[in-house]
């Protein structure tokens, strides 16, 4: 039997194409082919192919464990915590993503026990967590830090309003700062002065520390040199009687950074917590059945052949197989799929699922691993790529922070070469410092972003990852997937071949069941026929994997599917089975309804396409984007949608796992941006370049860069517009920033700038962006209107 030529499965019926050469085990493996074009894949499809997934190959003795650290807040803080990792015993590799706040951790279970890592890697301010710490504890230290320095601040700029800056412009101050008094006063304003620098600046203060350790200068060190630096010149100045002093400087700096800083970790706590859900939902222990009763043992120790028993409201630990019990399994957390399926002896079941009712005993699978465990190791692999929008800054200050340095110590040696004083050298070049300080810089893209994020709430839109106002202007491709998206995700009733008898007879055994067909029929009002006589009820009801049956008015009524009703000796016409047919070809689902002997009628339940959704697609097209139509429905089911105008492809019978594996390969041609709304989405939508879903999962949310909260698709192409508009606000404020550091450098070079003037300098470059950021963005609410920005 030849294996599958995309992912190695066995093929019971080969699936082959005259443009592709290969073997396939499904249309969708084949779909997946011809998109990725025979590229390597990292996941496989929906067949269990024993491959181990997301576990490094460091011997056996060797586990994976992701950690949540707090404190990171660029590349720098990344490769602190790898190097602290590395230079561990009994830590073989660590991966730090400061986008996630999280660290991908592989150690030796022999040297470490899981619980003891976060005391490791705990170093220089940074913190590691098993689990997601409150933010609310974060977020009031932070607040606190603020608060703080808030109140030193402002008692350090009270003095220097009233008796420091009168003199600085020619005039008299209240005190005379060289007497006595002076000294007090100067001496309370150091003492102010450092706790805004050592506490509410400590953050900032150790980020230029980790960031020497690294050999990496970020924004952190020159910030933190011009602050330091304006401190100790003013501390020095104080001790040898002098008044000209620029403590002003230091507070105006590290307050402006440390508020920028705050922002910026809001924005990023909104990005993605995906991973966090789903290492919380991860299983840890497994009840083991022996010959002596349950032992409870951890997942890891689990073996192929083992049987473990899963109760009622558990989590299934791992992959495997039913071998006793009968329950219905919600595998939405995995899938995607809200509706539970029954699992009973003989059922594959995944791990991740929730079993519902009664208890199942499953046998493990050959890999003994969970298909949740390879989600999480999947998304860490997607997620951990995409970098923060402060990544784009921070490559700028490995060239513009050691540039500023080494000017800086330029102009303070050319000053004392020149035959200045010591003191006139050391002010041009802690001006040069401080009139480089990249406050506005730093704040260019957030104030902009916050500008994008409030502008997208007014319109029920949640931007979950601020990367979107720099990649959504450049989508190229737009792959949509079909249920829930385009479609309304609800059953309902579409069309119906019964009289009032019929309904009323169906409605009265289906109020037993809980599938969501049996919900539609039930609920439906517009299409039942008003019935005579007072309601029906059914009694002796009982369910069947694919019906329900039940005694009303002394008839032995079935409902379900027509096969069903056929194997229990019920007659089915052909104009009811060719109708039955073509539902089930156009991924319906046809629910007969007999007695007697006989089908008595047939009633359609399907998912129907939202009223908006193809216009929105059209219109979205009409921006030079391909629109490409994703569904794990039959070639012939897809059949209607290939006929619309606004959809360019649709590729069908894609499995969940396979999603992710079509993106990656659309993304050859172009920045795709991929709409769903199941938790089976989630990869495909981290892997796209914009992930929009539509309608989510919490799951499907966290994985995606915006979320669609009023349930109208319209609101699509309003992202983009918003995201073009935010685009050019954020470029305006890189380039007032840039224009600004070009004038403001040449001038504290040539020593025509003081460190007081640097400082206010900065402070205006730092308005302009912040005047620039609260205009409105100008933003269409339908579709977008300039399609030529890319």
């Known amino acids: ?335 995607g799929e809200s509706l539970p399926v029954t699992r009973t002896a003989g059922d594959d079941v995944i791990g991740g699922a929730v079993v519902t009712n009664n208890a199942l005993t499953v046998e493990v699978g050959a890999a003994a691993e969970s298909t949740l465990d390879r989600l999480v190791h999947l998304m860490w692999n997607i997620q951990s790529r995409q970098p923060g929008a402060q990544r784009v800054a921070d490559r700028i200050a490995a060239v513009f922070v050691p540039l500023v340095l080494v000017l800086a110590a330029v102009a303070f040696g050319w000053q004392w070469i020149s035959g200045a004083s010591a003191t006139a050298a050391l002010l041009t070049g802690l001006s040069v410092l401080i009139v480089s300080c990249p406050c506005a810089l730093g704040l260019a893209t957030p104030l902009a972003v916050a500008s994008g994020l409030r502008t997208a709430l007014e319109r029920g839109i949640v931007i979950r990852d601020v990367s979107l106002f720099e990649t959504a202007p450049d989508v190229d491709t737009l792959a949509v997937d ?29 109020q037993h069941a809980a599938h969501p067909v049996a919900r539609a029929i039930v609920e439906n009002r517009d299409a039942v026929p008003a019935g005579d006589g007072a309601p029906i009820t059914a009694t002796n009801v009982r369910s069947h994997p694919r019906g329900v049956e039940g005694r009303v008015d002394g008839d032995r009524v079935r409902v379900g599917h027509p096969e069903w009703l056929r194997t229990e000796g019920l007659r089915l016409n052909d104009t009811l089975a060719e109708r039955a047919e073509a539902a089930q070809q156009n991924a319906q689902v046809p629910v007969a309804v007999g007695w007697n002997g006989a089908v008595q009628g047939l009633i359609v339940v399907g998912d129907t396409l939202r009223d908006e959704g193809l216009a929105v697609m059209d219109a979205l097209r009409g921006d030079a984007r391909e629109v490409v139509v994703i569904t794990g429905d039959s070639s012939a089911a897809a059949r209607p949608l290939r006929e619309h105008n606004a959809i360019d492809r649709v590729i069908a019978e894609v499995q969940p796992a396979e999603k992710s594996d079509l993106v990656r390969g659309l993304r050859d041609a172009g920045a795709v941006a991929m709409i769903g709304d199941g938790s089976n989405d989630a990869p495909a939508l981290a892997e796209a370049d914009v992930g929009i879903a539509f309608g989510p999962t919490a799951l499907a949310a966290d994985s995606a860069d915006v979320v669609i909260l009023r349930g109208d698709l319209t609101h699509i192409p309003t992202v983009f517009s918003l995201a073009r508009a935010a685009r050019r606000r954020i470029r305006q404020n890189l380039a007032w920033a ?37 205009r409105p963005l100008p933003v269409a609410d339908s579709r977008p209107t300039d399609g030529n920005e890319k």
């Open 1 to 335: 039997m030849p294996a599958c030529t995309y992912c190695d499965a066995p093929t019971d019926a080969p699936v082959t194409a005259e443009d592709v050469d290969g073997v396939f085990c499904c249309s969708g493996c084949l779909e997946a082919h011809r998109v990725a074009d025979g590229a390597e894949h990292e996941a496989c499809c929906h067949h269990d192919h024993g491959h181990d997934h997301g576990h490094e190959a460091h011997g056996a003795e060797t586990e994976t464990t992701f950690l949540h650290v707090r404190g990171m807040h660029c590349t720098s803080c990344e490769d602190f915590i790898e190097t602290v990792a590395a230079s561990t015993d009994g830590i073989h590799e660590a991966e730090a993503s400061y986008a996630s706040d999280m660290a991908k951790v592989a150690y030796d279970p022999s040297r470490h026990r899981e619980s003891d890592l976060p005391a490791l890697l705990s170093q220089a301010g940074y913190e590691a967590h098993l689990t997601a710490p409150a933010d609310e504890t974060a977020d009031q230290n932070t607040v606190a830090r603020l608060v703080f320095g808030g109140f030193f601040g402002m008692m350090v700029m009270a003095v220097y309003i009233v008796l420091l800056y009168p003199v600085h412009l020619g005039g008299e101050g209240l005190v005379d700062l060289g007497a006595e008094g002076g000294t007090y006063v100067l001496a309370n304003v150091w003492a102010f002065t450092t706790f805004v620098l050592l506490v509410t600046g400590w953050p900032t203060l150790r980020g230029a520390a980790v960031s020497l350790r690294v050999l990496q200068p970020n924004m952190d060190l020159l910030v933190g040199l011009a602050a330091v630096s304006a401190y100790l010149y003013s501390g020095g100045a104080v001790l040898m009687g002098q008044t000209d002093v620029y403590f002003d400087v230091t507070v105006v700096i590290i307050l402006a950074v440390s508020l920028g800083h705050y922002y910026e970790d809001q924005v990023k706590r909104r990005a993605t917590d995906l991973l966090s859900t789903l290492t919380r939902e991860q299983v840890d222990e497994a009840r083991r059945t022996t010959e002596d009763g349950t032992e409870t043992v951890a997942v890891d120790n689990l073996a192929p052949g083992d049987r473990v028993l899963v109760r009622a409201g558990e989590r299934i630990p791992v992959d495997g197989t039913v071998v006793e019990g009968r329950a219905a399994v919600d595998e939405s957390l995995v899938t």
């Open 482 to 510: 079909k249920t829930g998206t385009l479609t309304t995700g609800a059953m309902q009733v579409v069309d119906a071949m019964a009289d009032a008898t019929t309904w009323r007879r169906a409605r009265a055994v289906e």
């Open 738 to 774: 840039f224009l600004y550091n070009a004038v403001a450098i040449p001038l504290a070079l040539a020593g025509l700038i003081n460190p007081l003037f640097a400082a206010l300098a900065m402070a205006a470059s730092s308005l302009g962006v912040v005047g620039n950021s609260a």
